[in-house]
């Protein structure tokens, strides 16, 4: 899949992205869905963080959420007028794994069956702000001064085309260990 570079493409790829998501964790008997991840030594050594951080669904579901909201409050807060930055004080990009580790010890407590709730509901929620917005202003450069080099439409790329595309690779890896 090639990255989105137009509305009707990233509107596409991200409800696509999401089905098939959605479909690998339907694939998946109840009971393994609530199992936590089984990664051998090969796994868990990988230097990417999240290897040893997600410990089971619930985790990668919460995870994707919170990087919805990411970009939500983002969009919600320089349209109102308020600079702030897409990675939230007091982190940056150097720093947002500290990020992701506090998005997960805050989750310890949600069920799985609210993650599943909660990530459907976040996905309608960044669908419907990029409804709100023309291809130029997602995918143009200098639309919004606060998104900088970037475009608003790569940013929704990465929260949800792309993150679903994370998810997927670490639950096939889930169902192939066990």
Sequence with gaps: MSRPTTKPDLIKAANGQFEKLWSLIDSMPAEK???DFNFDESIL?????????????????????????????WVASNQKGEAKPFIPEPYNWKSYGEMNIMFFEKHQSTTYADSKQMLCGSHKKVLDLIEQFSNDELFAKNSFPWVGG??????????????YDWAMKKIKVKIKNG
Aim: aromatic residues 8%.
């Design 33 to 35: 869905q609530n199992e």
């Design 150 to 163: 970037s475009t608003l439409g790569s940013y929704c790329v990465s929260v949800t085309a792309s993150h």
């Design 45 to 73: 050594s990988k230097k990417e963080a999240h290897w040893k951080r997600d410990k089971n669904l619930r985790d990668v579901l919460t995870h994707l959420y919170e990087w919805h909201n990411l970009l939500l409050n």
